[in-house]
């Protein structure tokens, strides 16, 4: 178990409003990840973070936006939702420890957010 | 643009007969990853290959990474419910990579 929370597990809105997904850790990992799960896409990668404000693009990168001011939180935003961000969230962390280079992720619970 | 495909995307066997699922690409990757996901969990991570030609077993579970690191399969023996999920293989263009791209998974179900 790495301790990855996820919060909420589940949030419907409406297009247009603001949301903000937070992933928490427990154990001070440099690496962590957001992707997007969806249907025939599999899982994608939205933005991840190699450290407290050090963040980069995904391939899903647009309407999305990621922050990290402290190792254990790293908060993913859609800054005016669409329906076609419908879909589930998971954070996950790389165990550089346990992994040294092969980026093995563990992932949280997930968020499934439906736009309305 | 590096690109894991795998087959068969769905899967459906009765318990007790053996399956193979693959993750090919025409690039080559530094490392290879199983995860299986349950519903409404998150994936969990089976195993990792990183040489070329290798095999790992984890009870009836095989996993085999291709000579050329391009490819992998997964092989299950004598299928249980319990093995029922999807699937995805990841992978690793290089050392210093960041980050891991995903296959689109293989739903596999296993009938009672």
């Known amino acids: 178990d790495a301790g990855i929370t996820q919060s909420p597990r589940h949030k419907v809105t409406e297009t247009g409003t603001p949301v903000t997904l937070r992933c928490h850790q427990t154990?001070?990992?440099?690496?962590m990840y957001w992707y997007r799960q969806d249907p025939g896409h599999g899982l994608r990668l939205i933005h991840y973070?190699?450290?407290?404000?050090?963040?980069d693009k995904g391939e899903v990168s647009d309407g999305y936006s990621v922050s990290r001011s402290k190792t254990e939180d790293f908060l993913l935003t859609l800054e005016s939702a669409t329906s076609s961000q419908t879909s589930v969230y998971f954070c996950?962390?790389?165990?550089?420890?346990?992994?040294?280079?092969?980026?093995?992720?563990?992932f949280g619970p997930g968020t499934r957010l439906t736009v309305l | 643009t590096q690109l894991l495909e795998q087959s068969p995307q769905f899967l459906s066997i009765q318990e007790g007969e053996n399956l193979t699922v693959y993750c090919n690409s025409s690039?080559?990757?530094?490392?290879l990853q199983w995860y299986r996901q349950e519903p409404g969990e998150g994936p969990v991570l089976l195993v990792t290959?990183?040489?070329?030609?290798e095999v790992k077993k984890l009870k009836r579970l095989t996993f085999q990474f291709g000579d050329a690191r391009k490819d992998s399969s997964l092989h299950i023996t004598a299928a249980q419910p319990g093995d029922t999920g999807l699937y995805l293989c990841?992978?690793?263009?290089?050392?210093?990579?960041?980050?891991?791209?995903f296959g689109k998974g293989t739903r596999l179900h296993i009938l009672p």
């Open positions: 996950a962390i790389s165990v550089e420890e346990t992994s040294g280079t092969y980026n093995e992720q563990f």
């Open positions: 973070s190699y450290g407290v404000k050090d963040t």
């Open positions: 290959v990183v040489t070329g030609g």
């Open positions: 154990e001070n990992h440099r690496y």
């Open positions: 690039s080559v990757f530094s490392s």
């Open positions: 990841a992978g690793a263009g290089s050392l210093s990579d960041d980050k891991i791209i």
